[in-house]
């Protein structure tokens, strides 16, 4: 099981290099090989089954957030543990849109995220 002070620090870390816009810090928290799964990864990605495989492609996607909403900031809600996996609920906020989510990450032995899987409640 994951531990709650690993999973505090985790997502203190990780709002933090979101929140900077820091997308090299932020990837750091995953492995190359690592999944991400998000409603909006069909429209931005033209991929239609909502997942995206490999550092690099998720690479792409994140940039391309970031550039088009250069005001987004996360502010972390709630952190829950479970066996290999955390998830995160926090709110999504831009100047038009606050939107609440939560994301399933899931850890990899070296504490790297092997997959994540983001939830919205409005897409």
Do not use: C
Not at 94 to 122: C, P, W
């Amino acid at each position: 099981m994951i531990d709650k002070h690993f999973a505090q620090e985790f997502a203190k870390e990780w709002e933090r290099a979101w929140n900077a816009h820091d997308l090299e810090e932020i990837l750091s928290h995953y492995s190359e090989d690592f999944q991400m799964t998000s409603p909006f990864i069909p429209a931005t990605m033209n991929e239609p089954t909502g997942t995206l495989k490999g550092k690099g492609n998720v690479r792409e996607y994140w940039r391309k957030a970031l550039n088009r909403f250069p005001e987004l900031r996360f502010e972390t809600q709630t952190v829950l543990v479970g066996e290999k996996s955390i998830v995160i609920r926090y709110r999504s906020l831009r100047s038009e849109l606050n939107r609440e989510a939560a994301e399933v990450m899931i850890f990899g032995d070296d504490g790297k995220v092997v997959e994540s899987i983001a939830h919205y409640d409005d897409v």
